[in-house]
Structures are given as C-alpha cells and as structure tokens.
C-alpha cells in the first residue's frame, strides 16, 4: 500500500498507528483516519508505505521489516500516546522525523509523546479545544451489504445427526472473506441482558434493518421472511430437519443442507440474495400475509 511516487530514502514517510504493532488492534476508526492521512500525502506527492500488523495485512510490509534508513519521516495515526510500544518506535526510528497525527494526549509528559517532534492531538491538551477526528473525512467509498448472522450450537436433541459446530464454523469462515458487514444476532432474549434483544418486537426491528441474514436456526429464516429480508438458511442437521422443512413450507429456495454448505454455495446465494432474492422476499412476505393462518390447526380442535 503506498503512493507510487520516489522510491526509497528521501521524503518517504512511514505510517503507522496502533494497527501497526503485533498485539495492537486496527478499528474501523483507525483505518478511515489512515485513508485520510494517505489523501493528504498523495494530495502533496508524498511516497509512502503502512505498516501493519501481519495479523490484519498478513502479505503487507511490518514494522520489523520496515529499514529506518529508507525514511524521512514517521507518521503515527490515530490513537492514545503511551506504552513501551510507542517507545521503542521512537528508538528505532530516533534518525526520522516523527509526527503524530489525530492522536489522545493521555499524559502529555509520557516519553511516547514528547518522543515525537510535533504532536497534532485531538485532545488533551490543557486548555485547548478539541480536534475533529480524521475518521470523520476518511474516503470510505461504496458500502457493503450488512448481513445479519443467527447461528446456534445447541439443539442436542438430534444427537449424531448434530453438524452445528461445523456448519458454524463454516459459515464464520466464509464471512472472513465476504464483502459484507456482519451484525451477530440472536433469537434468545434475556430483558437483563444489555447485548441481547429483551422483546420479540425488538428483534423484528434488528432483523428489517438487515440486507440478508444467513442462519442455521428455524426462526432466522421465518423471522427475516417476515420482515421481508432474504435469508440464507443453512440446515445444521444431517438428512435435513426443521429448517428444510420449514423453508420448504414457506416456498423459500435458498436453503442448504449442511452436509455440504461451502463457501462458494453461500458465495451464489448471497448474490441472489442481494438481487433477485429481496424481490422474491417482498413477494413472498405479501403471499405469506394471504396464506392460512397457521393457527387455524388449533381452533379446529379447540371447544367450540
């Protein structure tokens, strides 16, 4: 990643950040406050290079393989200013100029911060207003579909018939790699519980705001149908159970036995979902309004 500009040495710069280091983490933050930085520099004709943590770039250029030699300047974006980590760039990088760019004051004092030769905070500074932060104006072009994941690993009541750890890590899998935003959702509710939907109600509204919902569980796919969203259902049972059954008494196509779900089939269907299926959602949701009640069964045999 990096301007096409001078190679090596001269005003090259390196940028850094806290989704540099091997046990640091990159946020979503993090990287739109770097895009706007890399605007900035492409803007003036400045070459650069980023260095990321192998965990999150793992064929990009780290901080051990990056030369100090090969620099003029060291950016550091985003993020508190402390630690061990931040000193021993400023050691290994003693010869660069070092500038720290959108960054948190925690003590202005600390070496990690008076290590660098200009600090553009966003705060904490005493006395100073606050900055807007960089993430604010970072390009983020086009947005990816938000897919809602229902996914269980309990209903022990099939026994050896049970590929629900499988089919999970399946699915976790592929959606590593998807071009997709991921919300984990659950059908269980808790009232007590702060990071759980506490009412039916309150889950119908997570579910309408989603563009696909891929599932294992028989409510993912009737609630998403219910609210008009395409769901992917995955049956987590070998020979096919409830979810199967239960796709197939709603006219619903896009169900796949877990015996052989794969990414390239949740690739297809995710497509279809994205196109054809939210059409095919909507009108099966209006057929659905217009369908017997499924309750009808029970009155039948309640006292008259």
Not at 52 to 61: A, H, N, Q, Y
Not at 254 to 261: D, H, Y
């Amino acid at each position: 990643m990096g301007h096409g500009g001078m190679p090596g040495g001269g005003r090259r710069a390196l940028l850094t950040g806290w989704f540099s280091f091997a046990d640091g983490e990159a946020t979503a933050g993090d990287v739109l406050a770097l895009r706007r930085v890399e605007q900035v520099l492409d803007e003036r004709g400045v070459p650069y290079d980023v260095a990321f943590s192998p965990r999150f770039v793992p064929d990009g250029l780290t901080l051990d393989d990056a030369r100090p030699e090969d620099y003029a300047l060291l950016l550091f974006v985003c993020g508190p200013l402390h630690g061990p980590q931040l000193a021993e760039l400023h050691r290994r990088f003693a010869g660069c100029r070092r500038v720290a760019v959108g960054t948190s004051l925690v003590d202005p004092a600390d070496p990690a911060a008076t290590g660098f030769h200009t600090v553009l905070a966003r705060d904490g500074r005493a006395g100073a207003v606050p900055g807007r932060d960089l993430s604010l104006r970072g390009p983020a072009p086009g947005r990816p579909p938000v897919v809602g994941v229902l996914l269980t690993h309990g209903q022990g009541e099939y026994g050896g018939r049970r590929l629900h750890d499988a089919v999970a890590g399946t699915v976790t899998d592929w959606l590593a790699g998807a071009a997709c935003a991921p919300v984990v959702l659950e059908t269980r509710l808790d009232p007590a519980d702060g990071r759980l939907c506490g009412t039916a109600e309150e889950l119908l509204s997570a579910l309408e705001r989603m563009d696909v919902v891929v599932t294992d569980r028989l409510h993912g796919l009737v609630l998403a149908l219910r609210v008009g969203v395409p769901p992917i259902a995955v049956d987590p049972v070998r020979g096919g159970a409830k979810v199967t059954a239960q796709a197939r008494a709603l006219g619903w196509p896009a169900v796949l036995p877990g015996e052989t779900v794969d990414a390239k089939a949740l690739d297809t269907w995710l497509r279809w979902c994205l196109t054809h299926g939210r059409y095919t959602a909507r009108q099966r949701l209006t057929a659905l309004a217009g369908a017997p009640d499924p309750a009808d069964d029970l009155r039948a045999v309640l006292p008259p």
